[in-house]
């Protein structure tokens, strides 16, 4: 939110520079997140003077160029060429002295320097209005008031205005200050805990009174619960124009661009009191009646962007006696706005409900500075006063007549809300006692009205513009703001308890992997666990939002893939294309009326897993390195004996998933082309899901058992051994353990040869074996025994073959 200082001292007379008061009000919980300075006129006409043509004659080298003298209020004239038709001796012009800089309209800055133009010296330029930013006309250089005298600085001659602007992060509960008079309020607040008294200045409608009563429109509110309170005011006679200097300065300085006076003060009012307007011209209200209403699901209606729009059947409409107008509190409608042709305008203050506001605006994906407004809340005691306040500087500027009674349409006046704080309470939240006096003092400045007070508390009254503060929780929040969280003593000890954790914490056993895939080159992501709903749906148990942020957020993951998929199709545009990240996360699911949330790793695998370089060659991810990785997950874990088996998943085309006493602890494969086809990825991702829930009873269910490391050394032997090629090493390998169980330790097999010097239907098998006593060193009988054994059975069982 953007607010101007120089609006801000309208309602507070302070003389602090721009700096100490971004600093007041980020302590007062208005986070002040820059200060950006503002000039009506880019450049400020900074090295623009006033100057007195002397002489003006026809450049000798160019038949559309003149070649002037001068005087610039410097001891001799200078020479300037112009090729402006107007250009005359004994005009005061603008004057753009060398090195001064100028800007296009685009923003571009150029600058000012001394040349030869067809072979004449020119030492400056005479300027017309578009070329120093005060008007849009080129037609000729702009010829100023005859008295002026040369070399007064233009700055002093226009009516340049310098402000300063604060951007602030305003917190979504902050309501009452999304306005310069809100925040002018809080400013206020903070400056009398300084002992220093400023008097809040609002805007007079003391002199608010009717012309005649000559256009009078009807209203008719049908549905009071979601428009509480309407007001209106009719104005005739008014002339639709560009507004003056002074209103289009505040609006550009907070980044509004002007559209045309009406329009403009119903912007200035918004942003001045927090009060959204809408003027309507009243030449197109069918019926010179108002209703508002809700009109039936799928009406069609053409906002102020030309856009169509579908209706809802809960959508507010304002209405005249054939048709919608506007969508109430959100955008106007394209056939009932202010244009220059309109003489008489219905203007309309209201306060909505804020409910209803949020759900039109989301649904329509319209996002306005009004809706913004009505969906937080605005002051419903506000509303009038605000009117009156647009529809005099209507009058004021634009002309025309007040031609009719405030329509006031407020049923129901709302009860203002009722807290009692405790001074208990008060000390055990800040955790420091704050005087009695001071308490009394914070609340008042903030107009929160006491009504009596007992030695235990305060009862109070809460003004309604704070619709944020509804518990006595809330008005600790308020007293320390503004007392000042700096003021706050923390004490020098501090105090701390232990707490017992189990190894098998959730967040433990996570460090524990993450460490394990960081080490591998793993990058962590976390991403959003709202999805489209293309991507989930209700046949899937997935869970819609009552209220989405946006038809891209509406709807909670079912599964990890999607969101993971919308990382790596995010990277690969922007050509990081080797990827291997692991996500924490969960999914929602709806079964049965009731919801689940499940936790799940997941990891992705896109690319090379290695990249090139002058000693080895870059390798490309495959299914049997995620395998590998996945295995070490387990292995480090301490899961062992899985059963595996292929995978049926069309989020995969081809996969393994690893089960344990019938549950799937992990799913792993190749991410199907559908599924990548959905994000426009173009090459190949392996994906694995973890069922992290599963992994972690698991994990705590396992017994760790240690042993020393033995004194005695390993002994290893080979066999190549000639097999038939429908031998598998599974064979070799069980075969080994039921032959020797004690000494056994290892079986590896680290070579397979197969080739023309072998027997037809042969292959060879390299195979070693570890063998080792654990209470005594082997001798050379024993080890020759145990191979023995071991060949006969290869032998005996594979009919294999000593090479």
Request: with cysteine; aromatic share 8%.
């Given at each position: 939110?953007?607010?101007?200082?120089?609006?801000?001292?309208?309602?507070?007379?302070?003389?602090?520079?721009?700096?100490?008061?971004?600093?007041?009000?980020?302590?007062?919980?208005?986070?002040?997140?820059?200060?950006?300075?503002?000039?009506?006129?880019?450049?400020?006409?900074?090295?623009?003077?006033?100057?007195?043509?002397?002489?003006?004659?026809?450049?000798?080298?160019?038949?559309?160029?003149?070649?002037?003298?001068?005087?610039?209020?410097?001891?001799?004239?200078?020479?300037?060429?112009?090729?402006?038709?107007?250009?005359?001796?004994?005009?005061?012009?603008?004057?753009?002295?060398?090195?001064?800089?100028?800007?296009?309209?685009?923003?571009?800055?150029?600058?000012?320097?001394?040349?030869?133009?067809?072979?004449?010296?020119?030492?400056?330029?005479?300027?017309?209005?578009?070329?120093?930013?005060?008007?849009?006309?080129?037609?000729?250089?702009?010829?100023?008031?005859?008295?002026?005298?040369?070399?007064?600085?233009?700055?002093?001659?226009?009516?340049?205005?310098?402000?300063?602007?604060?951007?602030?992060?305003?917190?979504?509960?902050?309501?009452?200050?999304?306005?310069?008079?809100?925040?002018?309020?809080?400013?206020?607040?903070?400056?009398?805990?300084?002992?220093?008294?400023?008097?809040?200045?609002?805007?007079?409608?003391?002199?608010?009174?009717?012309?005649?009563?000559?256009?009078?429109?009807?209203?008719?509110?049908?549905?009071?619960?979601?428009?509480?309170?309407?007001?209106?005011?009719?104005?005739?006679?008014?002339?639709?124009?560009?507004?003056?200097?002074?209103?289009?300065?505040?609006?550009?300085?907070?980044?509004?661009?002007?559209?045309?006076?009406?329009?403009?003060?119903?912007?200035?009012?918004?942003?001045?009191?927090?009060?959204?307007?809408?003027?309507?011209?009243?030449?197109?209200?069918?019926?010179?009646?108002?209703?508002?209403?809700?009109?039936?699901?799928?009406?069609?209606?053409?906002?102020?962007?030309?856009?169509?729009?579908e209706l809802h059947e809960d959508d507010l409409m304002i209405c005249d006696a054939e048709k919608p107008m506007c969508i109430a509190g959100v955008f106007g409608g394209i056939h009932s706005g202010v244009t220059e042709h309109t003489t008489?305008?219905?203007?309309?203050?209201?306060?909505?409900?804020?409910?209803?506001?949020?759900?039109?605006?989301?649904?329509?994906?319209?996002?306005?500075?009004?809706?913004?407004?009505?969906?937080?809340?605005?002051?419903?005691?506000?509303?009038?006063?605000?009117?009156?306040?647009?529809?005099?500087?209507?009058?004021?500027?634009?002309?025309?007549?007040?031609?009719?009674?405030?329509?006031?349409?407020?049923?129901?006046?709302?009860?203002?809300?009722?807290?009692?704080?405790?001074?208990?309470?008060?000390?055990?939240?800040?955790?420091?006692?704050?005087?009695?006096?001071?308490?009394?003092?914070?609340?008042?400045?903030?107009?929160?009205?006491?009504?009596?007070?007992?030695?235990?508390?305060?009862?109070?009254?809460?003004?309604?513009?704070?619709?944020?503060?509804?518990?006595?929780?809330?008005?600790?929040?308020?007293?320390?703001?503004?007392?000042?969280?700096?003021?706050?003593?923390?004490?020098?000890?501090?105090?701390?308890?232990?707490?017992?954790?189990?190894?098998?914490?959730?967040?433990?056993?996570?460090?524990?992997?993450?460490?394990?895939?960081?080490?591998?080159?793993?990058?962590?992501?976390?991403?959003?666990?709202?999805?489209?709903?293309?991507?989930?749906?209700?046949?899937?148990?997935?869970?819609?939002?009552?209220?989405?942020?946006?038809?891209?957020?509406?709807?909670?993951?079912?599964?990890?893939?999607?969101?993971?998929?919308?990382?790596?199709?995010?990277?690969?545009?922007?050509?990081?294309?080797?990827?291997?990240?692991?996500?924490?996360?969960?999914?929602?699911?709806?079964?049965?009326?009731?919801?689940?949330?499940?936790?799940?790793?997941?990891?992705?695998?896109?690319?090379?897993?290695?990249?090139?370089?002058?000693?080895?060659?870059?390798?490309?991810?495959?299914?049997?390195?995620?395998?590998?990785?996945?295995?070490?997950?387990?292995?480090?874990?301490?899961?062992?004996?899985?059963?595996?088996?292929?995978?049926?998943?069309?989020?995969?085309?081809?996969?393994?998933?690893?089960?344990?006493?019938?549950?799937?602890?992990?799913?792993?494969?190749?991410?199907?082309?559908?599924?990548?086809?959905?994000?426009?990825?173009?090459?190949?991702?392996?994906?694995?899901?973890?069922?992290?829930?599963?992994?972690?009873?698991?994990?705590?269910?396992?017994?760790?058992?240690?042993?020393?490391?033995?004194?005695?050394?390993?002994?290893?032997?080979?066999?190549?051994?000639?097999?038939?090629?429908?031998?598998?090493?599974?064979?070799?390998?069980?075969?080994?353990?039921?032959?020797?169980?004690?000494?056994?330790?290892?079986?590896?097999?680290?070579?397979?040869?197969?080739?023309?010097?072998?027997?037809?239907?042969?292959?060879?098998?390299?195979?070693?074996?570890?063998?080792?006593?654990?209470?005594?060193?082997?001798?050379?009988?024993?080890?020759?025994?145990?191979?023995?054994?071991?060949?006969?059975?290869?032998?005996?069982?594979?009919?294999?073959?000593?090479?």
């Amino acid at each position: 939110m953007k607010i101007s200082y120089n609006w801000l001292k309208q309602f507070l007379q302070i003389d602090w520079d721009a700096q100490k008061t971004g600093e007041l009000l980020t302590d007062l919980g208005l986070e002040v997140e820059g200060i950006t300075p503002f000039e009506s006129v880019k450049g400020g006409l900074k090295g623009i003077v006033v100057g007195h043509v002397l002489t003006c004659e026809p450049h000798p080298n160019a038949d559309r160029l003149k070649l002037t003298t001068v005087d610039i209020g410097q001891e001799a004239p200078v020479q300037i060429v112009c090729g402006a038709p107007n250009v005359a001796a004994g005009q005061k012009v603008p004057v753009a002295t060398v090195g001064t800089t100028l800007f296009t309209k685009e923003g571009e800055a150029w600058v000012i320097k001394k040349g030869k133009i067809r072979g004449e010296v020119s030492q400056g330029m005479i300027c017309a209005e578009d070329e120093i930013g005060l008007g849009d006309s080129h037609d000729g250089i702009m010829v100023l008031n005859e008295e002026l005298v040369p070399g007064t600085p233009c700055a002093k001659v226009f009516d340049i205005e310098n402000d300063e602007v604060f951007e602030i992060g305003l917190t979504p509960n902050r309501a009452d200050a999304m306005s310069h008079f809100g925040v002018a309020r809080d400013l206020k607040a903070g400056l009398e805990q300084q002992e220093i008294q400023k008097e809040l200045v609002t805007p007079s409608v003391s002199n608010f009174s009717i012309d005649n009563r000559s256009l009078k429109v009807d209203v008719e509110v049908m549905e009071s619960e979601l428009a509480p309170r309407y007001c209106g005011v009719t104005i005739n006679n008014l002339v639709v124009q560009d507004s003056p200097d002074w209103l289009k300065n505040r609006l550009k300085a907070i980044g509004l661009a002007p559209i045309n006076n009406v329009v403009d003060v119903t912007n200035y009012v918004l942003h001045e009191l927090g009060q959204p307007l809408h003027a309507f011209d009243a030449s197109k209200i069918k019926g010179n009646k108002v209703e508002v209403k809700t009109l039936p699901s799928g009406t069609k209606f053409t906002t102020l962007d030309e856009v169509e729009r579908e209706l809802h059947e809960d959508d507010l409409m304002i209405c005249d006696a054939e048709k919608p107008m506007c969508i109430a509190g959100v955008f106007g409608g394209i056939h009932s706005g202010v244009t220059e042709h309109t003489t008489s305008i219905f203007l309309e203050s209201a306060y909505f409900d804020p409910v209803s506001i949020r759900k039109t605006a989301k649904r329509h994906g319209l996002n306005t500075d009004a809706s913004f407004r009505f969906e937080r809340g605005i002051d419903i005691n506000l509303t009038k006063y605000a009117l009156k306040r647009a529809a005099l500087l209507i009058r004021e500027i634009a002309g025309g007549y007040i031609t009719s009674e405030i329509v006031d349409l407020f049923p129901k006046k709302p009860q203002e809300r009722q807290v009692f704080l405790t001074f208990n309470k008060i000390n055990s939240l800040i955790g420091q006692e704050i005087p009695r006096d001071t308490i009394k003092s914070i609340l008042s400045s903030l107009e929160i009205r006491i009504n009596n007070v007992t030695e235990s508390g305060l009862g109070l009254t809460i003004p309604m513009y704070r619709v944020d503060v509804t518990r006595e929780v809330d008005v600790i929040e308020e007293i320390l703001r503004v007392y000042g969280y700096n003021n706050i003593d923390f004490k020098e000890k501090l105090n701390a308890s232990i707490a017992k954790t189990s190894r098998f914490e959730n967040y433990r056993i996570q460090d524990i992997v993450g460490n394990l895939l960081a080490s591998k080159g793993f990058y962590e992501i976390m991403t959003n666990s709202l999805v489209a709903n293309t991507m989930s749906s209700e046949e899937d148990g997935a869970v819609q939002m009552l209220n989405p942020l946006s038809s891209d957020l509406s709807v909670l993951r079912t599964s990890m893939l999607h969101s993971g998929l919308q990382t790596v199709s995010y990277n690969h545009n922007r050509q990081k294309t080797d990827l291997k990240l692991f996500e924490f996360g969960k999914t929602y699911h709806k079964v049965d009326g009731a919801y689940q949330e499940n936790q799940h790793l997941a990891i992705f695998v896109s690319g090379d897993r290695t990249q090139s370089s002058w000693a080895v060659a870059a390798k490309k991810s495959e299914f049997f390195y995620l395998k590998g990785i996945v295995e070490n997950v387990f292995e480090r874990l301490g899961i062992r004996d899985l059963d595996t088996q292929p995978l049926s998943n069309p989020g995969y085309s081809e996969g393994i998933s690893y089960t344990k006493n019938d549950t799937v602890l992990v799913s792993l494969g190749l991410v199907s082309k559908a599924a990548l086809k959905q994000f426009d990825i173009k090459q190949e991702v392996f994906y694995a899901d973890l069922n992290w829930d599963a992994l972690l009873k698991l994990v705590s269910t396992q017994n760790v058992a240690f042993k020393e490391i033995p004194r005695f050394p390993e002994v290893t032997r080979d066999f190549a051994l000639l097999l038939d090629e429908s031998v598998s090493f599974q064979k070799v390998y069980d075969i080994a353990w039921n032959t020797e169980r004690k000494l056994l330790k290892k079986v590896n097999l680290f070579d397979v040869y197969t080739g023309n010097k072998l027997p037809e239907g042969k292959k060879s098998y390299a195979v070693s074996f570890t063998l080792m006593d654990e209470k005594k060193t082997l001798t050379d009988k024993q080890i020759d025994k145990i191979m023995g054994k071991l060949l006969a059975q290869y032998q005996k069982e594979l009919g294999a073959e000593l090479r």
